[in-house]
């Protein structure tokens, strides 16, 4: 009789699983979003159909006291602490405040890319009381419930790097287009492994905001310009870069001569990538392309491993979301403006109703690499 | 004629020495000084928050108590929540269960996947840390291959007031835990169930031969704790308002920080609810008072850690002396 039932619930686990399994595999999963994709134009002008200009759709705080000219504390809750990237856009926060004067910024987050403990830090400096919280999220949905009691409590939400919902925060700093991004990454694949190679891809995680968004763009751009190029996985590294050159190294080994090229779609991923193409010996058989801050490419650019590496600078990002902050402090960021004033880099647009753009993505490769120190 | 003085020696109380009154003292004393380092600290609105952050740990640590009691341990449950929040989702958009049945469903999933551990413990005779791990691994693979990553977003409102309304003031899962305690106090205090925990935690093959069904006990404890895992991912989902497969990673170790914290051996055979709520209540309000404080994310960590060092010294000194 014991072993029966042992058996019998055994069997039905294996089942349960398998037909679980068998009923996700229809879909692959890929690491894109569900939203609408519009992918830019195949030739080198890159122009996209005019977009109409969207209303505002951003939270407001509910009663924020009138800081205008005053000075302004300011939380940075980023994804993680302690890597290159976040450090890099500490930095520009840090400038940008030490130019205004009146804004002190301190950036404190989880140690690893966890969705929960980011929410328990925000949650924290809610009680505490700030004027402002910056963040870059770790989950778009999963966020929104924190930063609208942030706006709730009066406290100014400007997001960055990766987004919420739109109504969680008042206005979202991008770092550059989407379909920028998109294009940019497959164009310099392309040119590296030819139009019929085939890729695979390093990702954060599936649900990251700003890596599934630019998965999806990438992937529109792909069928509608580069056909022929075959997408043959996508992986997840956590942004851990142990886990990121484990993964890469499996790629390498599971698809052998038919892996073409890796994209790294974070700064943790890209560095590691290259690593894992370094050591397996496939150096300059394995292209690399990806999101990566130069310091960290330097050695490998240098070796002629990698070719590029797009990005934007991290520290203007953190730099233009202070300023973004210290002007909807002072009232002057309204619903409805179409631009802004961000110090040393000038007049910034608003696109998509309550993004503000940086500017278009960045290409570092052998020639421009050495000029930056971040 | 000698002259008998008479000496009066003054004897501590016994319940002045046991673990969870210095906890409890240790606690108040911590709350004090918080609260005077950071007035939002002692703030209702605070306290009741925090409240509301600690329920997903607080249901998970009572049944892991029993477990810890019984001389067993659970280390799947963080992996079970995130199978009963990929499973509540799953089931809710794939499957197209109405709403309360797929709550219902992540609920038995979670008692099944518990089940499972317990049946294997009870029958094969794998050690619990073995198998827990294990699970622990097959469970999170489940979730992620089941989910294949995606996130179900989008319920409807009335799903929400679990994770993020309040009842007279006081959250809605906060009231859920506290009536809990009551019964999971009750239920290892004043029952012959709980009865049956203490006996198999200190001597096993003592209480078989007493005619205690331990294989039954056993199974049960294990059977609850998957279902507490599945409560909390119901209450974690309406927090959060999405599911995520990535979700309840860790919790384990927080669970047994706060059991192992209120008094209860690791080794078996003792312990209390009153003692894990002691300790969930001293961890989770020494890392908000911190960050309150303005002490930084990871030295928090350090701080804690600290704690349960010294939360265990004290119980083995006491042990020692009680011997």
Not at chain 1, 114 to 140: L, S
Not at chain 2, 140 to 169: C, D, M, N, T
Not at chain 2, 179 to 203: E, H, K, P, Q, S
């Amino acid at each position: 009789m014991k072993t029966s039932l042992l058996t019998t619930t055994a069997a039905a686990m294996f089942a349960l699983s398998f037909t679980a399994g068998g009923a996700s595999a229809a879909g692959k999963w890929d690491g894109a979003d569900d939203l609408p994709t519009s992918p830019l134009a195949c030739d080198a002008s890159g122009a996209a159909a005019p977009a109409a200009a969207k209303p505002y759709d951003g939270g407001q705080p509910t009663n924020a006291p009138d800081k205008a000219g005053k000075e302004i504390t300011v939380v940075d809750v980023p994804k993680l602490i302690g890597i290159g990237y976040f450090n890099a856009t500490s930095k520009g926060m840090q400038d940008a405040a030490k130019e205004l004067g009146n804004v002190k910024v301190t950036t404190d987050g989880p140690t690893e890319a966890k969705i929960d403990e980011q929410i328990k830090f925000i949650d924290n400096y809610i009680t505490r009381g700030v004027d402002g919280v910056m963040f870059a999220a770790n989950d778009p949905v999963a966020i929104a419930p924190v930063l609208k009691k942030a706006l709730s409590k009066g406290i100014h939400v400007v997001g960055y790097d990766a987004n919420s919902t739109p109504d969680a925060r008042e206005w979202f700093v991008n770092q550059a287009e989407f379909n920028g991004i998109g294009k940019s990454m497959m164009d310099s694949m392309a040119k590296e492994i030819g139009e019929d190679g085939s890729f695979a891809i390093v990702t954060s995680t599936f649900t990251t905001p700003n890596q599934a968004r630019w998965i999806a763009e990438m992937q529109a751009y792909t069928e509608k310009c580069h056909p022929k190029m075959q997408w043959l996985e996508t992986v997840e590294a956590q942004e851990d870069n142990n886990l990121s050159f484990n993964q890469a190294t499996t790629l390498i080994n599971k698809y052998g001569d038919k892996l073409k090229g890796l994209f790294g779609m974070t700064s943790v991923a890209t560095p590691a990538s290259a690593e894992a193409v370094t050591k397996a010996g496939q150096c300059g058989k394995i292209a690399v392309v990806g999101l990566a801050t130069p310091n960290a490419m330097k050695p490998y650019v240098n070796a002629d491993c990698v070719k590029s590496v797009v990005l934007w600078n991290p520290v203007d990002l953190g730099y233009a979301a202070t300023y973004v902050m210290r002007a909807v402090a002072d009232g002057k960021l309204k619903p409805g403006a179409t631009s802004v004033e961000a110090g040393k880099l000038g007049k910034l647009s608003v696109v998509n109703g309550s993004e503000i753009l940086l500017g278009p993505p960045f290409i570092f490769n052998k020639d421009n690499v050495t000029k930056f120190d971040f | 004629m000698t002259l008998a003085m008479e000496t009066k020696t003054f004897r501590v109380p016994r319940w002045l020495k046991r673990h969870e009154t210095l906890l409890a003292i240790i606690l108040l004393i911590a709350l004090f000084g918080l609260g005077l380092l950071n007035d939002r600290f002692l703030t209702l609105d605070n306290l009741l928050n925090q409240g509301r952050l600690m329920t997903e740990i607080g249901l998970i640590a009572l049944p892991m108590t029993f477990v810890i009691i019984t001389g067993g341990i659970d280390l799947s449950v963080g992996a079970i929540v995130g199978l009963c929040a990929i499973m509540l989702g799953y089931s809710w958009k794939i499957f197209g269960f109405p709403l309360p049945l797929a709550i219902v469903f992540s609920l038995f999933v979670g008692a099944l996947a518990g089940f499972i551990n317990g049946l294997v413990i009870t029958r094969v005779k794998v050690p619990p840390l073995i198998m827990t791990i294990a699970t622990l691994a097959l469970y999170r693979g489940l979730a992620e291959g089941i989910s294949q990553a995606h996130s179900v977003r989008g319920y409807p409102e009335w799903f929400y007031f679990l994770g993020q309304g309040s009842v007279f003031g006081v959250p809605t899962q906060l009231l859920v835990l506290l009536v809990l305690i009551v019964i999971a106090g009750i239920v290892l205090d004043r029952t012959t169930f709980g009865r049956a925990l203490y006996a198999i935690g200190a001597n096993e093959t003592a209480a078989r031969f007493s005619a205690l069904s331990v294989d039954r006990v056993k199974l049960v404890v294990y059977t609850l704790s998957g279902l507490a895992s599945g409560l909390a991912a119901w209450v974690l989902v309406s927090r959060v308002t999405t599911t995520r497969m990535d979700m309840g990673i860790g919790y384990e170790l927080d669970v047994i920080a706060a059991v192992v914290l209120g008094g209860t051996s690791i080794f078996g055979g003792s312990g209390t609810i009153w003692g894990t709520v002691i300790g969930l209540v001293m961890i989770q309000l020494l890392k908000n008072g911190l960050a309150l404080t303005g002490v930084k994310g990871d030295a928090t960590i350090v701080v804690i850690g600290v704690a349960l060092i010294l939360s265990v010294l004290i119980a083995s000194s006491l042990q020692r002396r009680r011997d």
